[in-house]
């Protein structure tokens, strides 16, 4: 029985279940593609101690070595953006398909590494950079290829839905839960990509371009962290029927990108509100298909090391039928690939949270609804707390309002001698 040979370079969380993969489960990976998948040779600066049996006979003595052998399928698992780009370009020159994970890659370089790929007519795979084991990547490209996506709203940071989940779930604020995390393994020890929202921009960038036939690139979303929500606006979120998540958003509207990360309120019975822990979930509204969701974890040596080995798959299939480059690497041919204008936020309208710190005294409110007045902000609904403090916290809900509207009155208010800090600005979702 004839194989395709598979090299592997980087064998940490993902790479260590890609081989525990394919070599557990090599007899129905066989069975269901007919031939065999062969991991030949592999290449990290670090192996664990559990996972060298496996790869007896195996371990190349450098990266030049994996590339230099009869490998068919190349899977990149180191990350980064440096060296990962120069080892998949070269392999590429080498007429070798890739498989990735490094969502930080295609979202800062794909358009560059897709081009490259085209030319030299062979695939990339990168299904488990977005959302572990959840397959949306290949739900955009064909399951739903025949329909307009309108927009796409996700959950697709397990490690900032475990943190806001456990801030609710034991009302614990937010340094706890992120020091309890780090402790459990569910946040790096630097945790800066998953709670500032970098990590979930660069996966709204890949969703934003395989859907809309675009070259979205990370730097062009708009992008907030967790770092400020407190146990105080999870709890208010809740009184008024919400729960925070952070939300990655891309529309198309009027031909123009709005692509953003940022906390959301979301109403208590919607799905993204009910998904909690390190789960993910994305919602895709389309023209045909109304709405679909996909719900999983989105981190994990096994579900992301699962997606990895579904792309070698895929593309083992291609090599053996000599049909490379089947369904297009962006989701749309190159021709009809465009680069739309994005969506200031501030052109935006939205309803918005607004929590500030106030002297507790009369007039607070009338001064302050008064220059939210002077900008058009409508207010829905009002709580001030009264402890008793000189300081006390004071929430607001507002109507649709006109972004840039809310950023300039806020600049006003937060000048005031009756307001202590800086505002927090938590937007609403838009279907509430």
């Known amino acids: 029985m004839e194989t395709v040979n598979v090299g592997l370079l980087g064998v940490g969380t993902v790479g260590s279940g890609v081989v525990k993969i394919l070599t557990e489960n090599s007899e129905i990976i066989k069975k269901r593609l007919g031939f065999e998948l062969n991991l030949k040779r592999v290449y990290a600066k670090k192996i664990k101690d559990d996972v060298k049996p496996l790869l007896e006979g195996k371990i190349a003595n450098s990266y030049e070595e994996l590339l230099n052998d009869d490998i068919d399928i190349v899977v ?95 009302e614990l604020p937010f340094d706890k839960v992120l020091k309890d995390a780090q402790e459990k393994g569910f946040a790096e020890a630097d945790p800066t990509f998953d709670i ?20 979205v690139v990370a730097k062009e979303v708009y992008t907030e962290g967790i770092r400020n929500i407190s146990l105080l606006d999870i709890k208010f ?125 009369a007039g607070v409110l009338s001064k302050i609804s008064g220059v939210l007045g002077d900008y058009n902000i409508s207010i829905k609904s009002v709580v001030q707390i009264n402890k008793g403090d000189e300081w006390v916290p004071l929430i607001m809900f507002t109507h649709k309002a006109r972004e840039a509207d809310i950023k300039h009155a806020l600049s006003i208010i937060e000048k005031l001698d009756i307001v202590k800090e800086k505002a927090l600005l938590i937007r609403v979702d838009n279907d509430e």
């Open 196 to 215: 500032d929202g970098i990590d979930s921009a660069h996966k709204m960038a890949i969703l934003s371009s395989i859907s809309f036939g675009d070259n």
């Open 237 to 361: 979120a809740d009184e008024f029927g919400y729960r925070i998540k952070l939300l990655g958003i891309t529309r198309l509207i009027d031909d123009k990108i709005d692509v953003r990360v940022h906390p959301t309120l979301i109403k208590k019975d919607d799905t993204l509100a009910k998904t909690d822990g390190e789960f993910n979930a994305i919602k895709v509204r389309c023209d045909m298909d109304d709405e679909t969701i996909y719900i999983g974890k989105g981190a994990g040596s096994l579900p992301t090391a699962s997606a990895v080995v579904g792309d070698i798959m895929d593309i083992a299939r291609n090599i053996k039928n000599k049909t490379n480059l089947r369904v297009p690497l962006m989701s749309f041919p190159f021709n009809f690939v465009r680069k739309r204008e994005i969506l200031n936020i501030d052109d935006l309208q939205m309803s918005y949270y607004l929590r500030f710190t106030v002297k507790d005294q």
């Open 76 to 170: 990149e698992l180191i990350g980064g953006t440096t060296f990962a780009k120069e080892f998949i370009l070269e392999a590429i020159e080498k007429g070798k398909s890739i498989a990735t994970a490094n969502k930080a890659l295609l979202a800062e370089f794909g358009y560059e590494i897709f081009s490259k790929a085209f030319d030299k007519k062979v695939d990339i795979g990168y299904e488990a950079a977005v959302a572990g084991g959840i397959p949306i990547i290949k739900s955009i490209k064909e399951s739903l290829a025949a329909n307009n996506i309108h927009s796409i709203k996700a959950i697709v940071n397990g490690t900032c839905n475990y943190i806001l989940t456990e801030m609710f779930n034991k």
